[in-house]
T-cell receptor
Framework: EDKVVQSPLSLVVHEGDTVTLNCSYE??????LLWYKQEKKAPTFLFML????IEKKSGRLSSILDKKELSSILNITATQTGDSAIYLC?????????????FGKGTKLSVKP | NAGVMQNPRHLVRRRGQEARLRCSPM?????VYWYRQLPEEGLKFMVY????????ESGMPKERFSAEFPKEGPSILRIQQVVRGDSAAYFC???????????FGPGTRLTVL
């Protein structure tokens, strides 16, 4: 059965800290891995990763995929209170599961002032 | 460019009533996906539709649930004879052709009394 596991489930840090969130997956015919940020509303898109070893970066956030280890990490440097949210990892496969994102349970990040 | 729109944002139904949730995709997007999020759970895929076609409904309960995406108008997720276990947040997402990131709407929070 296809699945996505995120760790840790929750994390509390102070402003300025750097955090690393983990995502591991098992999926038939992997196509892409996506990261979303969810506050009290819609998940907002962060990154889509398809190739191993290529870092994607947006401001203080970056992410990289390791297809050999079936995993991805999301890094946030110099965290701010506005980074507090649930970070969701999702995986899409080809074929029958195309279009069907399989989500992990998320990592709840709390950034204290 | 308006994002994905969902209405209503909050819906309260009594057991046995019908719930209709609407989703208007982003302009230019012809693919719509519905997900359900239960408390303390990750997002779970329900159904994937293109205009006038259901592509994948593998995540949809076999009874009481149906979805459509007509040629004109929004996509509708319909839940007949609701039960308390249907209480959840229902998110809609849209994308251009598959292989692109999915953008999420703000969700409809359904409460069944």
């Amino acid at each position: 059965e296809d699945k996505v596991v995120q760790s840790p489930l929750s994390l509390v840090v102070h402003e300025g800290d750097t955090v690393t969130l983990n995502c591991s997956y098992e999926v038939t015919n992997f196509r892409s891995l996506l990261w979303y940020k969810q506050e009290k509303k819609a998940p907002t898109f962060l990154f889509m990763l398809t190739s191993s070893g290529i870092e994607k970066k947006s401001g203080r956030l970056s992410s990289i995929l390791d297809k050999k280890e079936l995993s991805s990490i999301l890094n946030i440097t110099a965290t701010q209170t506005g980074d507090s949210a649930i970070y969701l990892c999702a995986v899409e496969g080809y074929g029958g599961s195309q279009g069907n994102l399989i989500f992990g349970k998320g990592t709840k990040l709390s950034v204290k002032p | 460019n308006a994002g994905v729109m969902q209405n209503p944002r909050h819906l309260v139904r009594r057991r046995g009533q019908e719930a209709r949730l609407r989703c208007s995709p982003m302009k230019g997007h012809s693919h719509v996906y519905w997900y359900r999020q239960l408390p303390e759970e990750g997002l779970k895929f329900m159904v994937y539709l293109q205009k006038e076609n259901i592509i994948d409904e593998s995540g949809m309960p076999k009874e009481r649930f149906s979805a459509e995406f007509p040629k004109e108008g929004p996509s509708i997720l319909r839940i007949q004879q609701v039960v308390r276990g249907d209480s959840a947040a229902y998110f809609c997402a849209s994308s251009p052709p598959v292989g692109h990131e999915q953008f999420f709407g703000p969700g409809t929070r359904l409460t069944v009394l």
